[in-house]
């Protein structure tokens, strides 16, 4: 059984385009977070939910817009896209968001955007 | 904010071997944790290794250790009798959840050669 579970795994568009990419979580965590890995491999937060209500709002262009139709799901709408959104998108789930609770983050498989 | 560095871009290590990879952060807070995670070719992030900032023993996970040196904000990870499996990029991040606020940063990453 997937734990954390992304589709699609790859998904090449055109610039100018809007796309989503769909998260679920089979884990009963409650606490959900979408990561950005770019060419560089530098990986960097960029929203997360907990109990659907958005926790971490990184600076990210307002092209992104993650949706929450439940605590199982958490999925990630780009408006408009550019080439600089090409990169490895990875969702992530925990139950809660403290650490210091035993927070772990469980991390999906990550889904490939390439841009054209 | 807080930053985490991790500066070895690129390691090897023959097989039954031992490796360490370093990391560094910056942050004057007093509570907050820390991870390795490793990411092997399938782009999967796997948590390898967790450590509270509270606690002065150090973590171990079978074959991987920390070397948590707080007063330094050092983190380096220890991986013994190298396996081919191994390979792979690790990331350091550093976690902390403060009152209204939760803040998460990832290294660069170090790409890890095992070699046969």
């Known amino acids: 059984d997937t734990a954390v579970s992304q589709t699609p795994k790859y998904l090449v568009t055109q610039m100018g385009n809007d796309k989503s990419i769909k998260c679920e979580q089979n884990l009963g965590h409650d606490t959900m977070y979408w990561y950005k890995q770019d060419s560089k491999k530098f990986l960097k937060i960029m929203f997360s939910y907990n109990n659907k209500e958005l926790i971490i709002n990184e600076t990210v262009p307002n092209r992104f817009s993650p949706k929450s139709p439940d605590k199982a799901h958490l999925n990630l709408h780009i408006n408009s896209l550019e080439l600089g959104d090409s990169a490895v998108y990875f969702c992530a789930s925990s139950q809660g968001w403290d650490p210091g609770q035993g927070a772990q983050q469980y991390f999906g498989p990550g889904t490939r955007l390439t841009v054209t | 904010a807080q930053t985490v560095t991790q500066s070895q871009p690129e390691m090897s290590v023959q097989e039954a071997e031992t490796v360490t990879l370093s990391c560094t952060y910056d942050?004057?807070?007093?509570?907050?944790?820390l991870f390795w995670y490793k990411q092997p070719p399938s782009r999967q992030m796997i948590l390898v290794i967790r450590q509270e900032a509270y606690k002065q023993q150090n973590a171990t996970e079978n074959r991987f250790s920390v070397n948590f040196q707080k007063a330094a904000k050092s983190f380096s990870l220890k991986i013994s009798d190298s396996q081919l499996g191994d390979t792979a990029m690790y990331f350091c991040a550093f976690i902390r959840r403060g009152a209204g606020s939760y803040q998460l940063t990832f290294g660069k990453g170090t790409k890890l050669s095992v070699i046969p």
């Open positions: 942050t004057s807070e007093n509570n907050y944790y």
